[in-house]
């Protein structure tokens, strides 16, 4: 029997100051028809963050099978149960909500104003109900008939799975007087709805879809749901959240995610040591002639001879201060008396009057034994790698590096080092983003290319996502009749796509889904494949997506503020521009000075190449048509590259 939780999203139930009504009548419903027993109850208030918590719990570590919800789907601003539950899904279940509408719309057309969510997390059904008492009842009674049955395919239960088909399939069968045909949706690709075809009766070429199905997303959006789900793959280990723990040479360690802190052992410095080149003193013996007594160099034995009262020892910088002497004196403040012939010291007179402990570092003044030098959860750099070195960890723990996968596709495409076919270009996408991938410290793994036709996609993306957590792909992904990702991964590999359209240029198509492959969950980030969209794209999302999948809190490009240069108007366009820039800033100033690289065609891969940002012009405005000639206008930059000053 099923394992059933059932959520109450209410800010007055759960403050005591209304009764939840609707919790209790699910509960006695789900068991009352079969559906399951329920194991987990519990009311929260409308806090996305709450109700996160609940579901996540519940899917990933009670592995229940049903969480039903009730409450928090209306318009209201503190109705936020959709987005919360949608946050969290793997897969969505748009079935189960259409079912749930249109049954309540037969029955009032107020369930019009009821935004409701449902899908799949882990191996556990997620639905949402209306808070309504009465609306609750109507929804369940309207999908109780399939809920079973979900559970089933979703854990993959071939036994009552294949019966059911069969009964159903079966003429004789009672429940086909009832249900005519049955065809499960996971027995063929279904495409999402929304689009137009080419005409009525179209076939072939002529009916793929006019327009995305796809609804038009905010950069912010998109970069929220891919961290989002990032987050979700990672794990909790020792206090750190990540895919995994390793155990790295401590020189392999830059850009890592440390996944253990660091204590001392030993004192830094482990003895007195000089600040200044100078003489080892005795304060008490004030100015005046002195004897030399040999020197100290930074790596003697600090286990000399203590010199007496009238005595001084030469030392340099970082070297063990003698026993005896309480104080350094620099070289700057003595003067030299009396020499040998071969040039060594006999005397020299002290000019300043030393105190006690002057230009000495104390033992354990910089590290102190048992002191934590570095925490878990910071990133190593190269300041970091030095504190190691410091304290003598050669080996240290951190979190696990993503593998991600670079795949390009199209018939068109060929390998750089090959003689130009017809037809054809050169394959210059997948160098950028593995260098770039690279050069954030991310290992990267190349898929090669994959033609355009169905037998070859499936393959090659099987192969890629059995290796990889995070799989980015360049083209198919736009409207053209060989754009076949996400066809693929939909039918597939079962996929659930959460954005395919976003508010940017370059970049419209870009395309993010989620899948499990071998029990495992795997992202794939489909970048179009015009290189400059697919390069400004990979600094928006992938490499965020990298950072986050290696357990990066903060794995979001900073921005700096700069003036867009220009000696003619430059039209914006309806969509926000991430146009290619070479920003500079002059000494003392706060904010740049930017020019673009000429013309932004998204195909022009040297507008990439002779940049070092992205500035992001806003889209076209009844209030703002272009960007004067001359004007002084600021606007944000992402940098791509470093900051240089000319001599």
Same mark, same amino acid.
């Given at each position: 029997m099923a394992r059933v939780g059932v959520l109450t999203v209410s800010d007055s139930c759960s403050s005591g100051q209304g009764v939840d009504k609707s919790g209790p009548i699910l509960v006695k419903l789900v068991e009352d028809y079969k559906v399951g027993k329920v194991k987990e109850t519990l009311c929260v208030p409308d806090n996305q963050q709450e109700i996160r918590?609940?579901?996540?719990?519940?899917?990933?570590?009670?592995?229940?099978?049903?969480? %039903?919800?009730?409450?928090?789907?209306?318009?209201?601003?503190?109705?936020?149960?959709?987005?919360?539950?949608?946050?969290?899904?793997?897969?969505?279940?748009?079935?189960?909500?259409?079912?749930?509408?249109?049954?309540?719309?037969?029955?009032?057309?107020?369930?019009?104003?009821?935004?409701?969510?449902?899908?799949?997390?882990?191996?556990?059904?997620?639905?949402?109900?209306?808070?309504?008492?009465?609306?609750?009842?109507?929804?369940?009674?309207?999908?109780?008939?399939?809920?079973?049955?979900?559970?089933?395919?979703?854990?993959?239960?071939?036994?009552?799975?294949?019966?059911?088909?069969?009964?159903?399939?079966?003429?004789?069968?009672?429940?086909?007087?009832?249900?005519?045909?049955?065809?499960?949706?996971?027995?063929?690709?279904?495409?999402?709805?929304?689009?137009?075809?080419?005409?009525?009766?179209?076939?072939?070429?002529?009916?793929?879809?006019?327009?995305?199905?796809?609804?038009?997303?905010?950069?912010?959006?998109?970069?929220?749901?891919?961290?989002?789900?990032?987050?979700?793959?990672?794990?909790?280990?020792?206090?750190?959240?990540?895919?995994?723990?390793?155990?790295?040479?401590?020189?392999?360690?830059?850009?890592?995610?440390?996944?253990?802190?660091?204590?001392?052992?030993?004192?830094?410095?482990?003895?007195?040591?000089?600040?200044?080149d100078g003489y080892a003193v005795i304060a008490s013996d004030g100015v005046g002639v002195r004897k030399v007594r040999g020197e100290s160099s930074a790596g003697y034995d600090p286990s000399m001879q203590p010199i007496a009262p009238g005595e001084i020892v030469r030392i340099n910088t970082g070297a063990p201060v003698p026993p005896g002497a309480d104080a350094v004196v620099m070289v700057e403040n003595t003067k030299l008396i009396e020499a040998t012939s071969d040039g060594e010291e006999v005397r020299v007179e002290i000019l300043s009057n030393p105190t006690p402990g002057l230009d000495i570092r104390p033992i354990g003044s910089d590290i102190q034994v048992g002191e934590c030098v570095l925490r878990k959860g910071c990133t190593l750099g190269p300041g970091e790698l030095g504190v190691l070195a410091a304290v003598g960890v050669t080996t240290v723990k951190v979190a696990r590096l993503p593998k991600v996968g670079v795949l390009s596709t199209g018939n068109e495409i060929q390998e750089p080092g090959e003689d130009l076919k017809p037809g054809h270009i050169r394959d210059s996408n997948k160098t950028t983003l593995k260098f770039l991938i690279q050069s954030k410290g991310f290992h990267v793994v190349d898929c090669g290319i994959a033609k355009d036709d169905l037998s070859t996609l499936k393959q090659k993306l099987s192969d890629s996502l059995t290796e990889c957590d995070l799989l980015v792909t360049t083209g198919g992904v736009s409207?053209?009749?060989?754009d076949l990702?996400?066809?693929?991964? %939909?039918?597939?590999?079962?996929?659930?796509?959460?954005?395919?359209?976003?508010?940017?240029?370059?970049?419209?198509?870009?395309?993010?889904?989620?899948?499990?492959?071998?029990?495992?969950?795997?992202?794939?980030?489909?970048?179009?494949?015009?290189?400059?969209?697919?390069?400004?794209?990979?600094?928006?999302?992938?490499?965020p997506a990298c950072k986050a999948l290696s357990g990066q809190e903060e794995p979001l490009p900073g921005k700096v503020r700069a003036v867009l240069q220009t000696s003619r108007p430059i039209k914006l366009d309806p969509r926000p521009e991430y146009q290619r820039i070479w920003v500079k800033f002059a000494s003392g100033e706060s904010v740049g000075s930017a020019s673009n690289t000429g013309n932004q065609m998204s195909s022009r891969t040297t507008s990439m190449a002779q940049s070092n940002g992205l500035m992001i012009l806003p889209g076209r405005s009844q209030e703002l048509q272009e960007v004067p000639a001359g004007s002084n206008m600021e606007f944000d930059v992402i940098l791509t590259g470093d900051l240089t000053t000319a001599l």
């Open positions: 918590k609940a579901l996540m719990n519940w899917s990933d570590e009670l592995k229940l099978d049903l969480i %039903i919800t009730t409450g928090g789907t209306g318009l209201s601003p503190r109705d936020v149960t959709p987005e919360a539950t949608q946050s969290v899904l793997h897969r969505q279940a748009p079935g189960l909500v259409h079912s749930m509408l249109a049954g309540s719309l037969a029955v009032t057309p107020m369930a019009a104003l009821s935004r409701l969510a449902a899908g799949i997390r882990g191996s556990t059904v997620i639905v949402n109900m209306p808070g309504s008492h009465k609306a609750v009842r109507e929804c369940f009674g309207f999908i109780q008939p399939v809920l079973n049955h979900a559970i089933d395919l979703v854990q993959d239960k071939k036994k009552p799975v294949k019966t059911l088909h069969t009964s159903m399939q079966s003429s004789n069968s009672e429940l086909t007087a009832e249900i005519p045909t049955h065809t499960c949706p996971h027995q063929q690709y279904e495409p999402a709805a929304g689009g137009q075809p080419g005409g009525q009766g179209a076939v072939g070429v002529a009916a793929r879809l006019r327009q995305s199905p796809y609804p038009m997303i905010s950069v912010d959006e998109a970069q929220k749901i891919v961290i989002q789900h990032c987050k979700d793959m990672l794990k909790e280990v020792e206090g750190v959240k990540m895919l995994d723990i390793e155990s790295v040479p401590y020189t392999a360690a830059m850009g890592r995610v440390l996944a253990e802190d660091i204590v001392a052992k030993d004192p830094l410095p482990p003895f007195p040591a000089s600040i200044k409207m053209g009749d060989r990702l996400r066809q693929v991964l %939909i039918s597939d590999f079962g996929a659930q796509i959460y954005f395919a359209r976003v508010n940017m240029k370059p970049g419209k198509p870009t395309t993010f889904a989620t899948c499990t492959v071998n029990g495992k969950q795997k992202l794939v980030l489909g970048l179009p494949g015009n290189p400059v969209s697919a390069t400004v794209t990979c600094h928006l999302y992938v490499v």
